[in-house]
């Protein structure tokens, strides 16, 4: 017997595991990667898991090498993943690039640890947000994840995939040291509860199929490998045929496109979990391992008669310019949780506008921030104006 | 007035049918070799008598790297240095498409050496077409891991301080199943050689000692095109089957040529499946068949 691609049920796992069970139940039959701590329990589970089920699990010399197969794989017309943490997603940042550029679907997760360099390979941060927004070279919108729990390990990666499958682009999934390694109650649905979204196909005859011709909400349907079509990919700047033009218009055609997908199905990506919003006046937003603490500190605040709001990021790219925007001028202050030196705390600021002061609460990583921590910024920003 | 050339009727080339005949003109230059090895390339695979659509073209960055650009498969043209690995996901997902990477030596062998040693290695079922040209041609002519020791480029002015590789040697070692060298003179072996290497299983190599006129051969004043390919052609030595290490590269003395590797190796898949298999009778591989649609 095969083992089951789905396993459904109520299962005590890690997030690492969790994120592996979550790339299957979407799909996913193609993992390359290299091990780095804290991500290594992906790989090691996709390692088991993906040839029980008639996958392909390939361990490469390097994440640079990693990024490049899974694009290869995806246009293979095959689900893929890799996994890394900070020093491999630095690796991977170029041919993050190409596809991006190329329009190839497929999920990376990062695991992250704290930074600079070497860092503290086994131990919390959240430093790579920015370098999930634009680590790569040249201008593009991409799209970012951030689980909190296993369990969200679990639903997420499943939405990873569909949003990569659905826009055609590399999506992120930027998890945590803590949320990978901690064990925690994961319930997979049944198969047929799994919505799942599949790479949209050409329909014309292949004599008139123009690869990177959009459909007018931006995206291009996908004619991979051996399917006929005679498929020109690549990474220099290119027309609706995949073919490279080397000027400044089909540069700003180009580009534009793959930025417009993007900034223009914002409704459809974003996605946030919104807590006592209606009379909030101080609002937290975190998001990833520190939305748990923070989500803590604004019930403790409650519970003292601070009327504390959040708003928990489950996608943080594109950001959610629109609510904080709207928010920011019926609310007396705004915080950002999260484990790096101030990141999204700017896209915090710039959405706010001024209309609200806005302030941090972070360490540089290492540890989990202390729920009292936030709790005690919320009161300081509670009383400071209220 | 190129326009009115460009309009006068071009008559048909027998490999139209592979080529993306409405990107021709193509971008390289008078007297550059790559086109000859591209159309033995192509006459390779058409020998074959395989399926087109059941044929990819991979390749890196650089002068031979736009091959991908104008044969008429599905092609992709990667970031410098990947190509193995972006074939070696499209080989595992799409086991039954035959891979072909081209690319020219400092892509395979500087930015992109570590993948092509484990590449080999995994003995992945893709053929690999090294053009050799001395030299990185598409960005002017620098220093490549194949430059010879004191030859100029635009970084080696007084003459380059560093061994170059031999490229064979390199991959006989890596675990290659098959390996070839000729100069882009000797046309017909060179097409005969990417056909064996086509229908080998597991990762086959065949390096093309190519003129770059422009770049390499105008610093180290080795005279027109046809008068480079003359002088690469004139210091080969044919030595078939010879051990690759004493199959010299040396443009001084001598242009060792010849197949050198063509053995049997199990594949990466070949043991992927085995492995799996023993534990798992049903084992299901990756094949399209087996896969189910979701």
């Given at each position: 017997?095969?083992?089951?691609?789905?396993?459904?049920?109520?299962?005590?796992?890690?997030?690492?595991?969790?994120?592996?069970?979550?790339?299957?139940?979407?799909?996913?039959?193609?993992?390359?990667?290299?091990?780095?701590?804290?991500?290594?329990?992906?790989?090691?589970?996709?390692?088991?898991?993906?040839?029980?089920?008639?996958?392909?699990?390939?361990?490469?010399?390097?994440?640079?090498?990693?990024?490049?197969?899974?694009?290869?794989?995806?246009?293979?017309?095959?689900?893929?993943?890799?996994?890394?943490?900070?020093?491999?997603?630095?690796?991977?940042?170029?041919?993050?690039?190409?596809?991006?550029?190329?329009?190839?679907?497929?999920?990376?997760?990062?695991?992250?640890?704290?930074?600079?360099?070497?860092?503290?390979?086994?131990?919390?941060?959240?430093?790579?947000?920015?370098?999930?927004?634009?680590?790569?070279?040249?201008?593009?919108?991409?799209?970012?994840?951030?689980?909190?729990?296993?369990?969200?390990?679990?639903?997420?990666?499943?939405?990873?995939?569909?949003?990569?499958?659905?826009?055609?682009?590399?999506?992120?999934?930027?998890?945590?040291?803590?949320?990978?390694?901690?064990?925690?109650?994961?319930?997979?649905?049944?198969?047929?509860?799994?919505?799942?979204?599949?790479?949209?196909?050409?329909?014309?005859?292949?004599?008139?199929?123009?690869?990177?011709?959009?459909?007018?909400?931006?995206?291009?349907?996908?004619?991979?490998?051996?399917?006929?079509?005679?498929?020109?990919?690549?990474?220099?700047?290119?027309?609706?045929?995949?073919?490279?033009?080397?000027?400044?218009?089909?540069?700003?055609?180009?580009?534009?496109?793959?930025?417009?997908?993007?900034?223009?199905?914002?409704?459809?990506?974003?996605?946030?979990?919104?807590?006592?919003?209606?009379?909030?006046?101080?609002?937290?937003?975190?998001?990833?391992?520190?939305?748990?603490?923070?989500?803590?500190?604004?019930?403790?605040?409650?519970?003292?008669?601070?009327?504390?709001?959040?708003?928990?990021?489950?996608?943080?790219?594109?950001?959610?310019?629109?609510?904080?925007?709207?928010?920011?001028?019926?609310?007396?202050?705004?915080?950002?949780?999260?484990?790096?030196?101030?990141?999204?705390?700017?896209?915090?600021?710039?959405?706010?506008?001024?209309?609200?002061?806005?302030?941090?609460?972070?360490?540089?990583?290492?540890?989990?921030?202390?729920?009292?921590?936030?709790?005690?910024?919320?009161?300081?920003?509670?009383?400071?104006?209220? | 007035?190129?326009?009115?050339?460009?309009?006068?009727?071009?008559?048909?080339?027998?490999?139209?049918?592979?080529?993306?005949?409405?990107?021709?003109?193509?971008?390289?230059c008078p007297g550059c070799?790559?086109?000859?090895?591209?159309?033995?390339?192509?006459?390779?695979?058409?020998?074959?008598?395989?399926?087109?659509?059941?044929?990819?073209?991979?390749?890196?960055?650089?002068?031979?790297?736009?091959?991908?650009?104008?044969?008429?498969?599905?092609?992709?043209?990667?970031?410098?240095?990947?190509?193995?690995?972006?074939?070696?996901?499209?080989?595992?997902?799409?086991?039954?498409?035959?891979?072909?990477?081209?690319?020219?030596?400092?892509?395979?062998?500087?930015?992109?050496?570590?993948?092509?040693?484990?590449?080999?290695?995994?003995?992945?079922?893709?053929?690999?077409?090294?053009?050799?040209n001395l030299n990185?041609g598409?960005?002017g002519g620098q220093?490549?891991?194949?430059?010879?020791?004191?030859a100029k480029t635009t970084?080696?002015v007084?003459?380059?301080?560093?061994?170059?590789?031999?490229?064979?040697?390199?991959?006989?070692?890596?675990?290659?199943?098959?390996?070839?060298?000729?100069?882009?003179?000797?046309?017909?072996?060179?097409?005969?050689?990417?056909?064996?290497?086509?229908?080998?299983?597991?990762?086959?190599?065949?390096?093309?000692?190519?003129p770059c006129p422009s770049s390499f051969g105008r610093r180290n004043r080795m005279g027109t095109a046809?008068e480079m390919?003359?002088f690469?052609?004139?210091?080969?030595?044919?030595?078939?089957?010879?051990?690759?290490?004493?199959?010299?590269?040396?443009?001084?003395?001598?242009?060792?040529?010849?197949?050198?590797?063509?053995?049997?190796?199990?594949?990466?898949?070949?043991?992927?499946?085995?492995?799996?298999?023993?534990?798992?009778?049903?084992?299901?591989?990756?094949?399209?068949?087996?896969?189910?649609?979701?």
């Amino acid at each position: 017997m095969l083992a089951k691609e789905v396993k459904t049920g109520i299962h005590f796992i890690n997030g690492d595991e969790a994120c592996c069970e979550g790339a299957i139940a979407a799909g996913c039959r193609f993992f390359a990667g290299y091990p780095i701590t804290p991500a290594t329990e992906v790989a090691e589970a996709m390692s088991r898991r993906l040839p029980e089920i008639g996958g392909i699990y390939i361990q490469m010399e390097d994440e640079i090498a990693s990024m490049a197969a899974i694009l290869g794989a995806s246009w293979g017309g095959v689900k893929s993943m890799t996994s890394t943490s900070g020093p491999g997603f630095s690796l991977m940042m170029e041919n993050i690039g190409l596809g991006v550029c190329t329009e190839t679907p497929c999920v990376v997760c990062n695991v992250q640890r704290a930074g600079p360099s070497t860092g503290l390979p086994t131990a919390v941060a959240q430093g790579d947000m920015m370098q999930a927004r634009w680590g790569s070279h040249g201008h593009y919108e991409i799209i970012a994840l951030a689980p909190s729990s296993p369990q969200e390990m679990f639903d997420f990666t499943i939405r990873a995939f569909n949003l990569s499958e659905y826009f055609r682009i590399p999506v992120l999934l930027m998890a945590d040291e803590v949320v990978g390694h901690m064990n925690e109650r994961v319930v997979i649905p049944r198969e047929e509860e799994i919505e799942i979204i599949n790479r949209r196909k050409p329909t014309v005859p292949r004599e008139d199929y123009l690869p990177y011709e959009a459909d007018p909400d931006g995206i291009a349907p996908m004619a991979t490998c051996g399917e006929g079509y005679r498929v020109h990919v690549t990474g220099l700047t290119h027309d609706e045929r995949g073919y490279p033009v080397m000027d400044a218009k089909t540069q700003e055609k180009m580009v534009s496109r793959l930025v417009g997908k993007i900034r223009n199905n914002r409704d459809k990506i974003i996605s946030t979990k919104n807590l006592y919003l209606d009379d909030a006046d101080v609002v937290v937003v975190s998001y990833g391992i520190t939305a748990r603490s923070a989500m803590q500190a604004v019930s403790n605040a409650r519970k003292e008669g601070i009327k504390a709001g959040m708003v928990k990021l489950e996608t943080v790219w594109p950001f959610p310019e629109e609510l904080i925007r709207s928010l920011a001028p019926q609310t007396n202050a705004m915080i950002m949780a999260e484990i790096n030196g101030g990141q999204m705390v700017l896209e915090l600021e710039r959405a706010a506008c001024g209309a609200c002061p806005v302030s941090l609460v972070s360490n540089f990583g290492g540890s989990i921030l202390h729920p009292n921590l936030i709790a005690n910024a919320i009161s300081k920003m509670a009383k400071g104006k209220t | 007035m190129t326009t009115a050339k460009a309009q006068k009727s071009v008559p048909p080339h027998p490999m139209d049918s592979l080529l993306r005949t409405e990107r021709i003109p193509h971008i390289w230059c008078p007297g550059c070799g790559i086109g000859t090895v591209f159309s033995a390339v192509l006459a390779a695979i058409k020998n074959t008598g395989w399926d087109p659509d059941d044929i990819a073209m991979v390749s890196g960055i650089g002068c031979t790297g736009r091959m991908a650009g104008y044969i008429r498969l599905d092609s992709f043209h990667t970031t410098h240095g990947r190509a193995l690995p972006f074939a070696t996901g499209l080989k595992l997902a799409k086991p039954e498409t035959k891979i072909i990477v081209v690319s020219g030596d400092g892509d395979l062998f500087a930015i992109g050496g570590n993948h092509f040693i484990h590449a080999a290695r995994r003995n992945m079922d893709i053929t690999v077409v090294c053009v050799n040209n001395l030299n990185y041609g598409m960005t002017g002519g620098q220093q490549a891991p194949s430059t010879p020791l004191g030859a100029k480029t635009t970084t080696t002015v007084n003459g380059s301080p560093e061994e170059p590789f031999n490229f064979c040697n390199l991959a006989a070692s890596c675990g290659a199943t098959y390996v070839a060298r000729w100069t882009a003179m000797q046309v017909r072996s060179l097409r005969s050689s990417i056909g064996e290497a086509l229908h080998k299983r597991g990762f086959s190599f065949v390096e093309v000692v190519t003129p770059c006129p422009s770049s390499f051969g105008r610093r180290n004043r080795m005279g027109t095109a046809l008068e480079m390919l003359k002088f690469y052609h004139g210091r080969s030595v044919i030595r078939s089957d010879i051990d690759p290490k004493d199959a010299t590269m040396d443009i001084d003395r001598e242009i060792v040529v010849g197949k050198f590797v063509d053995i049997e190796r199990p594949t990466f898949m070949d043991h992927y499946e085995r492995i799996n298999r023993a534990k798992m009778p049903q084992w299901l591989s990756m094949h399209p068949d087996h896969q189910k649609t979701r």
